[in-house]
């Protein structure tokens, strides 16, 4: 029987740690993806991963349903990410990690792909990373939330504490700067 | 005709991001499709911002090597499940929980496939010490080989014989050596739980789990390698076109000129043999 998040939060509430254990492999896949993604380091984004769960165990005595489980577990992650950021002093440089992200890609591949395949679609990964960086973090943030977490703009924006017209904006001026970014990449490989 | 200015009347970025992700009011997104129908402008935009999201798409955070994921959740508590994440996360903590004599074992084992793939051959003689690697045997070896093949019972005997040398300066200290070994090894199995002894299989297990780690790890290398080396022969390559087509440019607009020079010459000639 697959319980929601909401029944399990209930059970590891009441002590039942096998329960929390489903929730930690429920959502440590997402919560990285988007740790990963906000600092752009594959080593922090585990950590901060880790830390979120941490956390989350912690505090679950006093989570009382108020929000959704993920919203607040997103909301965990990505105070930790402001954190690690703000104690960085930089704004995150998404680091492809070396070797190992194309080993996994190699590892992931259809057997059907090439390697030119693999290295065109490793390059296009690598251009997206970059152009992502050159984003403010309110507008990365937003388009990671949106793009592959499938966040409401409300949901972006009871997270990011500010208006829906400002998580829009925020959308509309990220994507613009990308569309910009990716055409030059684009013709400078070309 | 297509219209250079859009003429909605409302905020069209915010309705913009709400139409291409079909996240808003169903009112206004009604109302903004309309306006979509009769605006060019509008249209081009959504359809390029729909073709930036689908190259979002292709950006796929790297798996976790040391995984947090995909474990069994047999753990006693969440705080320990926490921790364990914690420690299966970091570089090198599986090492910590391998017993030292199992990790000794591993990386002798792993040394002795290695030298046994690289055709290590370190020799210490007269002549010093050396290090030799590679699949091929040095000539000299090859030549005695042969030798030995076509005549073993010959016996060849060098024209001037050298300086008596002792040929093995390096046996006593071999000697030495493994006998340290052994003692410290009995010293350390002795010391050793026994339960180590009924972990053999165990021990095997890791140490195959070693090797597979070991060889996938080469054969992504492999693979990594061949990527690199095809992107930087495609690159040398465009740059060679490049520079090619820069060569034979320059080459044509030299002859160019030198044919301009040649015909203005003959001109030059031909009007002063009229004159004469």
């Known amino acids: 029987m697959t319980w929601t998040d909401e029944e399990l939060v209930a059970k590891s509430i009441g002590g039942d740690a096998e329960s929390f254990n489903q929730l930690v492999l429920r959502w440590e896949r997402p919560i990285y993806a988007l740790a990963y993604r906000t600092i752009g380091r594959e080593e922090d984004a585990r950590d901060v991963c880790q830390e979120t769960f941490l956390r989350a165990f912690r505090a679950l005595p006093g989570f009382r349903g108020q929000a959704k489980f993920s919203s607040w577990l997103y909301r965990i992650a990505l105070n930790l990410c402001r954190d690690w950021m703000r104690r960085e002093r930089r704004t995150p440089v998404v680091q492809p990690p070396e070797d190992v992200d194309l080993m996994e890609l190699a590892a992931a591949a259809e057997p059907s792909e090439s390697i030119e395949e693999l290295v065109a679609r490793k390059d296009l990964s690598r251009l997206v990373e970059r152009a992502m960086t050159l984003l403010p973090e309110e507008q990365r943030t937003a388009i990671v939330l949106k793009e592959y977490h499938g966040l409401t703009f409300q949901e972006i924006a009871d997270l990011a504490n500010c208006p829906l017209s400002t998580v829009k904006t925020r959308l509309y001026q990220g994507l613009t700067v990308l569309r910009r970014e990716l055409a030059k990449n684009a013709k400078a490989t070309l | ?276």
């Open chain 2, 1 to 276: 005709m297509t219209a250079s200015i859009c003429s909605y009347p409302g905020d069209r970025d915010e309705a913009l991001i709400a139409a291409l992700y079909d996240d808003g009011d169903p009112v206004k997104l009604s109302a903004f499709e309309a306006h979509m129908a009769g605006c060019q402008l509008c249209r081009d935009e959504i359809d390029t911002l729909r073709g930036v999201r689908a190259q979002l798409s292709r950006w796929a955070p790297p798996e976790p090597t040391f995984g947090i994921i995909g474990r069994q959740p047999q753990v006693d508590s969440p705080e320990s499940t926490v921790v364990n994440h914690q420690s299966t996360m970091s570089h090198g903590s599986a090492w910590r929980q391998v017993p030292v004599w199992a990790q000794v074992a591993a990386a002798l084992l792993f040394l002795g496939v290695s030298a046994g793939i690289a055709n290590i051959d370190v020799r210490y003689d007269a002549s010093g010490l050396s290090v030799r690697t590679g699949w091929l045997t040095p000539a000299s070896d090859r030549r005695v080989a042969a030798a030995g093949q076509v005549a073993p019972n010959v016996t060849v005997v060098p024209a001037a014989a050298p300086a008596p040398v002792d040929p093995a300066p390096w046996r006593a200290d071999l000697v030495a050596l493994e006998q340290q070994m052994k003692s410290e090894m009995h010293a350390s199995l002795a010391a050793a739980p026994r339960a180590v002894s009924a972990s053999d299989a165990d021990l095997i297990r890791r140490v195959r789990a070693l090797v597979d780690e070991s060889e996938k790890r080469q054969q992504t290398e492999l693979a990594l390698r061949v990527a690199e080396v095809l992107r930087d022969v495609s690159s040398q390559r465009q740059a060679d076109l490049v520079k090619i087509d820069r060569s034979l440019g320059a080459v044509q607009n030299n002859l160019g000129v030198e044919v301009m020079k040649q015909r203005q010459s003959l001109n030059l000639l031909y009007r002063a043999s009229q004159k004469q």
